[in-house]
């Protein structure tokens, strides 16, 4: 069974910079697209930034050029670097992985998911 375990959440002012970490356990990202997915209270759960299982990063468009997503290479850990942050950055964020596939932005299509750790920019 597949366990991730995201860390880095908190409290930070507008322009900051938080780095967010996903662990997992139990199996590597190996053979997995990994995804950061956040949601806001009264929003839908969108993709923010992705791995595919071949390395190749993705990005929605209003973090592109703040946001760099990065994974080890024991392929156990996915990192989130977010930086100059917005008020609008703020959300739940959650680390997801989809086994057998290359790269998949459908939430519903991930098989496993972290907790969620929240992220709050301050204006």
């Known amino acids: 069974q597949v366990q991730l375990e995201e860390s880095g959440g908190g409290l930070v002012q507008a322009g900051g910079s938080l780095r967010l970490s996903c662990a997992a356990s139990g199996r590597t990202f190996s053979n997995a697209a990994v995804a950061w997915f956040r949601q806001a209270p009264g929003k839908e759960r969108e993709l923010v930034a992705g791995i595919s299982r071949a390395g190749s990063t993705h990005y929605t468009d209003s973090v592109k050029g703040r946001f760099t997503i990065s994974r080890d290479n024991a392929k156990t850990t996915v990192n989130l670097q977010m930086n100059s942050m917005k008020p609008e950055d703020s959300a739940v964020y959650y680390c997801?992985?989809?086994?057998?596939?290359?790269?998949?932005?459908?939430?519903?299509?991930?098989?496993?998911w972290g907790q969620g750790t929240q992220v709050t920019i301050s204006s």
């Open positions: 997801a992985a989809a086994y057998g596939t290359n790269w998949d932005t459908i939430p519903q299509h991930y098989d496993y």
